[in-house]
């Protein structure tokens, strides 16, 4: 069994490390924050920053309009429903680069003779058809590129100096 003492010392650390964090987040975020913790067995609250700060934050949340209280509710589902849709956005791409990998190992495997066509499926030997299009656009790409290049960078004929 644990005794008052020790019971009472957990609680002093419990609200200690509660009030810390209630001040990191109000530092963090820029907001006030009171505190006030009814515990079993006491007629007292334990009330942090201090009782005269805890009435004041209070009174002014209570002074809002319910649409100002919610107001900052509605903005945070809104960061939140963004992020979250950033983050889907970020893993459809990386499902899709890990896809573009897996098909291009696919291919070298079947160019290096490790793996039979026949043993790939119908959408494996699709999505190595859309690979061979996409190498072979972008081979006309660097083609046309190059013709440019060439056609631009030639040198003067040694003729044209005596001309």
């Known amino acids: ?3 008052n003492s020790d019971e009472s010392q957990r609680k002093a650390r419990k609200i200690t490390s509660l009030s810390k964090q209630a001040n990191d987040l109000s530092t963090l975020c820029d907001i006030p924050i009171a505190l006030v913790i009814f515990s079993p067995g006491e007629t007292s609250p334990t009330i942090w920053p201090n009782e005269d700060a805890a009435k004041v934050i209070v009174t002014r949340y209570l002074s809002h309009t319910e649409t100002e209280k919610f107001k900052k509710s509605v903005e945070l589902e809104t960061y939140l429903s963004s992020k979250l849709e950033e983050k889907e956005n970020n893993i459809r791409k990386t499902e899709k680069r890990n896809k573009e990998k897996k098909i291009e190992i696919t291919f070298n495997r079947l160019y290096e003779g490790k793996v039979d066509i026949l043993d790939l499926d119908a959408t494996e ?39």
Not at 128 to 152: C, N, P, V, Y
């Open 1 to 3: 069994m644990t005794s």
């Open 125 to 163: 030997i699709n999505e190595l058809l859309k690979l061979s299009a996409l190498t072979q656009d972008k081979l006309e790409e660097r083609k046309k590129r190059l013709e440019q290049q060439s056609h631009t960078s030639q040198p003067p004929s040694p003729l044209s100096h005596f001309e």
